[in-house]
């Protein structure tokens, strides 16, 4: 990187925006408020050739406010692949990110990775050329392999989540094609396109694709008004302990419910994670005996609730006590 800059005037790239998971407006208002109280913004942002890579969001909010100081530094590629690269994996690096998200920028990661090697092998793409797959033709099997290798490795994934993601990012920009803004709501966490649905559309016909992204922001607004119905739903307190001090620590019933179905969700998300990355623990029956193995106590649990009555866990052997 070059010695940093202060308040220059920079571009911005559509595509390289896209890259980034928007903030939700309370994250951006959050943002502008802390940028504000400091009255300059602490964190660099990073550009390549005057055009940003990772800040977009703190240089629309340095923009509305005038008397905000900010610094750039310069990031040197050697083609805009290789920038798309960066942009992937620094997002990767600094989110906390859903199955789908994830999905995407490891996906494109990758096709940026391999469209970057194509570049240093003979074409070469500036920050004005469009990621088009397939412009510089096809990787052989033996770098593709390194680059999914070293994707993998990167992102902490199995090189068959890669090979999955790719997939479902080409899906993504295929729906995109056909409804546009369809990638940015799936990055902002609106909608959660399965991989089934992401590989139909890349294989699927038009007509077949249009219904499938139906579905799936169907989906996304059912999952979203059932998300408000839950808030406005209201049940009456119910004092849980008392502090040493005296103070009452109260929730709603309803928010027990909410907490809990919350729990179980991120724990579930957890499974998918572990079976998306290790694929085998299911496809092969001695990896899978031992995870239903496992996954017994959970039965038991369930059954003892069921029946109205919580177990017992033995601590020492780890099981419940029957």
Known sequence: MSKPRVNPILKIDPEFESRIPPLTEEEFKQLEENILAEGSVLM?????????????????????????????YEKDFDNRYEA????????????????????????????AKKMSHGARDGFRGNQHTHLVMGQSGPLPDADAHKTRKQVAEKSGVSESFVKRADRYAKGVSAAEEISPGFRQEVLAGNIRPTQKEMQAIVQGGAEECRSIIDQVFRRGRKSSNAMKGKARKKLPDVTLNT????????????????????RVTRILQGFDVTFE?????????Q??????????????????IEGGTRYEWNYESRKIAL
């Open 44 to 72: 660099p942002l990073i550009v390549w050739n005057d055009t940003i890579v990772d800040g977009h969001n703190r240089y629309k909010i340095a923009q509305d406010h005038p008397q905000i100081i900010y610094t750039v």
């Open 84 to 111: 798309l690269a960066w942009i992937c994996n620094n997002q990767l690096g600094r989110r906390n990110l859903t199955q789908e998200q994830k999905r995407v920028l490891i996906g494109e990661q990758y096709q």
């Open 243 to 262: 502090t040493a001090d005296g103070d009452e620590h109260t929730v709603t019933v309803d928010s027990a419910v909410q907490q809990f179905e919350w």
């Open 277 to 285: 990355e290790w694929p085998q623990l299911i496809d092969e029956e």
């Open 287 to 304: 990896y899978r005996s031992q995870i239903v193995a496992t996954l017994q106590d959970l039965k038991e649990y369930i059954l003892h």
